[in-house]
């Protein structure tokens, strides 16, 4: 049986990652020692070093190290839900045996609306435009950005869609790997319990002990971006994405 020490959920920022993590942690075998809050020194120093494409620093390593050890102690799985470990993947992979990571696939649209009511992602773009980190370069992986002019040029919606279809083109990449999964938005939001049964196997569901559900979804999640983004900008979003990648990863990853 598959022993698994650590999941780290990883993606993009407002694709559900915290409702996810919180209901991973409605498990009795799986702990992220923080009730269901990233370390937002962590999520920064992660998200720096993807944004320049250099690797995690040895201070994080660590902190993962001392964290894995001590849940392990306690014969519970440890979980992160630093997504923008998405770009770390290789190097977390090799660092931490018997590790599962998990993305969710949930359509960009919905995640662009999300990101208008989140000033943490307003505020990255503000740091672009003042070079912000230091050592970043054009073209950008993790935003999906040609060259900097794209900061003032592109509307907002346009360049959170950029962002989040950069972090979809590498879950493709990721879909060969046994130990990365990925769950369907919608389908947890509407039916968390078939969800997770479709994408983990009896005996994973075993190793992360009972479930009693005390992370319950909100439906209309589904829908709120119809009241934040126009029909205009939605048909730009689904525009620029059909002509980068093909929205059905899910399904992709199952057949």
């Known amino acids: 049986m598959q022993h698994y020490n650590a999941i780290f959920i990883i993606g993009t920022g407002r694709s559900g990652t915290h409702h996810l993590c919180k209901s991973l942690l409605d498990f009795s075998n799986i702990n992220d020692t923080r009730s269901g809050k990233e370390n937002s020194a962590v999520l920064h120093s992660i998200a720096c070093n993807a944004i320049i494409n250099q690797p995690l620093k040895k201070s994080i390593i660590n902190y993962y190290k001392q964290k ?6 306690h014969n519970q799985i440890f979980l992160d839900q630093s997504h923008s470990n998405l770009y770390h993947y290789s190097q977390l992979n090799a660092e931490f045996k018997n590790s599962l990571f998990l993305g969710i696939d949930r359509p960009t649209e919905q995640i662009v609306a999300s990101m208008f009511n989140h000033n943490g992602t307003s505020r990255w773009y503000d740091r672009l435009r003042n070079s912000y980190p230091m050592g970043i370069e054009y073209p950008n992986k993790f935003f999906g950005l040609t060259d900097k002019t794209e900061l ?4 907002k919606h346009l ?7 950069a972090h979809k083109k590498i879950y493709k990449k990721l879909l060969s790997n046994s130990n990365f999964r990925l769950i369907n938005f919608e389908n947890f939001i509407s039916d968390k319990l078939e969800e997770l049964e479709k994408t983990f196997s009896n005996n994973e569901l075993s190793l992360f002990g009972s479930f009693v559900e005390t992370e319950f979804s909100n439906k209309s999640s589904l829908f709120k971006y119809k009241q934040v983004l126009s029909k205009e900008q939605i048909k730009d979003i689904k525009k620029l994405e059909e002509n980068e990648i093909s929205c ?3 399904d992709e990853k199952r057949k």
């Open 159 to 165: 360049l959170f869609a950029k962002r989040v279809i």
């Open 152 to 155: 003032n040029s592109l509307p």
């Open 68 to 73: 894995i050890k001590f849940i392990n102690l």
């Open 248 to 250: 059905s990863l899910v």
